[in-house]
């Protein structure tokens, strides 16, 4: 149950876009389409973002998207907002009936 | 309204035993799967334990394997996790989360609970 590889850090400037890549192996995010992202504020608890790879919940603004090529998934944030600061997690079902998290990936908005 | 309200947190020797409640409301409990996930101490999230809506099947991390339990209570609409044998490293904060249907991921969390394990 190793964790997916998300990058530590990334940044960007208002109205720009980001992606962030999660990579797990072909036991996790490369053997189904459940992969999930979350948003957390400092404090605060995770907000689903994105789940299935690609689909919005309901409320969840069409600046984040999601998608996946094999062992590799994405989430992209365009036209940054101040309010999109936060810490972003990916997340993957596996073929263990286990789920595992990214490790994190601080994003700042510049 | 979904509401998940976790219980139970303190502060425990190494070694002793704590019982997270998290009672729901606002949906069809016993229709969805529930889960646990930590988050330590300025650290990430780690998923902890899952349970299914009628309790048929659950599931660990290995590293709380045969020491956490999970359970539910479909008629007080409540999900508990029974902690043993608590270690340093299972300083965390603690979530309650609800499974969306069908998708594999977690679409309500609750608060979380604080729990430290120290001597």
């Known amino acids: 149950q190793s964790a997916l590889t998300q990058p530590a850090s990334v940044s960007g400037s208002p109205g720009q876009s980001i992606t962030i890549s999660c990579t797990g192996t072909?036991?996790?995010?490369?053997?189904?389409?459940?992969v999930s992202w979350y948003q957390q504020h400092p404090g605060k608890a995770p907000k689903l973002m994105i789940y299935?790879?690609?689909n919005r919940p309901s409320g969840v603004s069409n600046r984040f998207s999601g998608s996946k090529s094999g062992n590799t998934a994405s989430l992209t944030i365009s036209g940054l907002q101040a309010e999109d600061e936060a810490d972003y997690y990916c997340?993957?079902?596996?073929?263990?009936?286990?789920?595992?998290f990214g490790g994190g990936t601080k994003l700042t908005v510049l | 309204e979904v509401q998940l309200v976790e219980s139970g947190g303190g502060l425990v020797q190494p070694g002793g035993s704590l019982r997270l409640s998290c009672a729901a409301s606002?949906?069809?409990?016993?229709?969805?799967?529930m889960s646990w996930v930590r988050q330590a101490p300025g650290k990430g999230l780690e998923w902890v334990s899952v349970?299914?809506?009628?309790?048929?099947?659950?599931h660990y991390a290995d590293s709380v394997k045969g020491r956490f339990t999970i359970s539910r209570d479909n008629s007080k609409n409540t999900v508990y996790l029974q902690m043993n044998s608590l270690r340093a490293e299972d300083t965390a904060v603690y979530y309650c989360?609800?499974?969306?249907?069908?998708?594999?991921?977690?679409?309500?969390w609750g608060q979380g609970i604080l729990v430290t394990v120290s001597s």
């Open positions: 989360v609800k499974h969306l249907s069908g998708s594999y991921c977690f679409d309500y």
């Open positions: 606002g949906f069809t409990f016993g229709s969805y799967g």
């Open positions: 349970i299914s809506d009628r309790s048929s099947w659950t």
């Open positions: 072909s036991s996790d995010v490369g053997y189904y389409n459940y």
């Open positions: 299935g790879v690609s």
């Open positions: 997340n993957s079902y596996t073929s263990s009936t286990t789920w595992v």
